[in-house]
């Protein structure tokens, strides 16, 4: 079974960056960063399908990049600009089902357990 697996997070100042690493172990078609904070549904942020391409959400295009690895295996979020309401726990989440949008988290099968960015004013 997929088990992604996220590092990376931490407490960063505002304008600051990071990056998270999300570890996938067994094929993925499609990858991607959600984030929750508290009171909020899960929201995306990031995808990358296995052949590259990249999709952003509003929130994160200018700022942040995805990236993946050669082998396919590990995915990068690498965040810049850091802004306080960026403070979230961040979720990778592999396989879509392709039954609906690359943002909906309801079509993903597998999710990591979260990494906490907390970005400081």
């Known amino acids: 079974q997929v088990r992604p697996v996220e590092f990376g997070g931490g407490t960063v100042q505002a304008g600051g960056s990071l990056r998270l690493s999300c570890a996938i172990s067994?094929?993925?078609?499609?990858v991607a960063w959600f984030r929750q904070s508290s009171g909020s549904g899960r929201g995306g942020v990031a995808a990358?399908?296995?052949?590259?391409?990249?999709w952003y959400a509003d929130t994160a295009r200018g700022r942040f990049t995805i990236s993946q690895d050669s082998t396919k295996t590990t995915v990068y979020l690498q965040m810049n600009n850091l802004k306080p309401e960026d403070t979230a726990v961040y979720f990778c989440?592999?396989?879509?089902?392709?039954?609906?949008?690359?943002?909906?988290?309801?079509?993903?099968?597998?999710w990591g357990q979260g990494t906490q960015v907390t970005v400081s004013s």
């Open positions: 067994g094929y993925s078609n499609y």
């Open positions: 990358i399908s296995r052949d590259g391409t990249p």
């Open positions: 989440a592999a396989n879509r089902n392709l039954y609906s949008t690359i943002f909906d988290p309801d079509d993903y099968r597998h």
